[in-house]
């Protein structure tokens, strides 16, 4: 009996280790993640925020704190929508307001990996809060710039943490490439970003991938499984003056902040002639929260990165062969047709129930 159980764990180690070796000689390492997932523990699911807050990051932040079954580890701030010195203070300021100082932010990248910051001051205003005004923060971030604050919580917690990025991927591409072993820690990659169907910054490009498409380049190559949240979904869900009523019938700080920064963007809104804005980042958020909000279709997604006109768009192959612009005549490499079975690298959302999405960010948000 004893020399039996002693075989059974001798024969589960040799397992272990032929999963490990396994697991290290492919790409992606999806035997070594399989298992970390298996194990992760029961209880709220823990989360990084990457964020360039941004007025619909603002309602993201809020509908996470205010969500009993997530646990926000630490929230790392990137430029996007407005330069870091107004996401940096606007992302301290948000955990203030909502009474959670005991959340770490950190200050991320100021600029992308190699282009200048484009950024979207149109739709977020040169504050970031469409111009809403709030106390300088009294908190300060922690002194661990973004890439080692997300690198020491994912290396102590292994397969544990999701990361739910909200701008360009510039962070998250920065730790990856600091540290190679770090994708095969990571839980999942929940996201803000892309589109199947066109952009909205340029005809082709999604604004956070057009930002930082190298960044967005690296995320999806990196084996970490994706849910890409995108313009497919996101420009079906409008927060209109009616959601701005309820929000400004509650009292409690978290819901009289959403409603000032939304009040604000109405203002930015009506001069680009539309009626309401945009609910890109807590919509990703929610999908943490509800599985029936969005429907998810896997894809593999390739990023753009050379194009003169197309840099940041995202390509979803569905079928074989995943096939590329056709060679130049005089290239060295002619091989741009993939005849590599067709691996999916990310769900994408494709559909979106958004009637339920605002059941759950309305009561949430006037709670608090
Ligand atoms: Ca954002």
Redesign the pocket.
């Known amino acids: 009996m004893h020399s039996m159980n002693r075989r059974r764990f001798v024969s589960q180690g040799c397992l272990t280790l032929a999963a490990t070796s396994i697991a290290s000689s492919t790409t992606f390492g999806q035997i070594e993640r399989a298992s970390m997932i298996a194990s992760r523990s029961a209880g709220p699911r823990r989360i990084i925020i990457d964020?360039?807050?941004?007025v619909?990051?603002a309602f993201?932040i809020f509908l996470a704190i205010t969500s009993p079954e997530l646990k926000i580890e630490a929230i790392t701030a990137v430029a996007?929508?407005v330069p870091l010195s107004f996401t940096l203070p606007n992302a301290l300021r948000l955990v203030e307001i909502a009474g959670r100082t005991d959340i770490p932010v950190a200050a991320g990248a100021t600029a992308p990996l190699v282009r200048r910051l484009i950024s979207a001051t149109d739709v977020h205003g040169q504050n970031g809060f469409a111009g809403a005004e709030f106390p300088a923060p009294s908190v300060k971030p922690v002194s661990e710039p973004a890439v080692d604050v997300l690198r020491a919580i994912i290396g102590r917690n292994p397969g544990e943490i999701t990361l739910v990025c909200?701008?360009p991927l510039t962070n998250i591409a920065q730790a990856l490439q600091a540290d190679p072993a770090l994708a095969g820690k990571i839980a999942q990659i929940t996201m803000?970003g892309g589109s199947l169907s066109g952009g909205n910054i340029s005809p082709a490009a999604e604004?956070?991938f057009y930002v930082d498409p190298e960044a967005a380049d690296i995320v999806f190559r990196s084996g970490v499984p994706i849910t890409m949240v995108g313009l497919d979904v996101t420009e079906k869900v409008t927060f209109t003056e009616k959601h701005l009523a309820m929000l400004e019938a509650a009292n409690g700080p978290v819901s009289m902040a959403a409603a000032k920064i939304a009040r604000q963007e109405f203002g930015l809104a009506r001069k680009r002639g539309a009626s309401g804005f945009h609910m890109?980042?807590p919509l990703a958020m929610s999908s943490l929260l509800d599985s029936e909000i969005l429907r998810l279709e896997d894809y593999l997604v390739k990023i753009e990165t050379a194009g003169l006109y197309s840099a940041g768009a995202s390509y979803g192959y569905k079928h074989n062969p995943v096939r590329g612009s056709a060679p130049m005549k005089d290239a060295a490499d002619v091989s741009r047709v993939s005849d590599a079975a067709l691996r999916p690298n990310a769900k994408v959302a494709v559909g979106v129930n958004s009637d339920r999405f605002f059941e759950l960010l309305i009561p949430r948000l006037t709670k608090a």
């Not at 964020?51 to 941004?54: E, F, K, L, S, V």
Request: charged share 25%; aromatic share 6%; hydrophobic share 25%.
């Open positions: 964020t360039d807050p941004g619909d990051d993201a996007g929508n909200l701008g803000m604004f956070n890109h980042d």
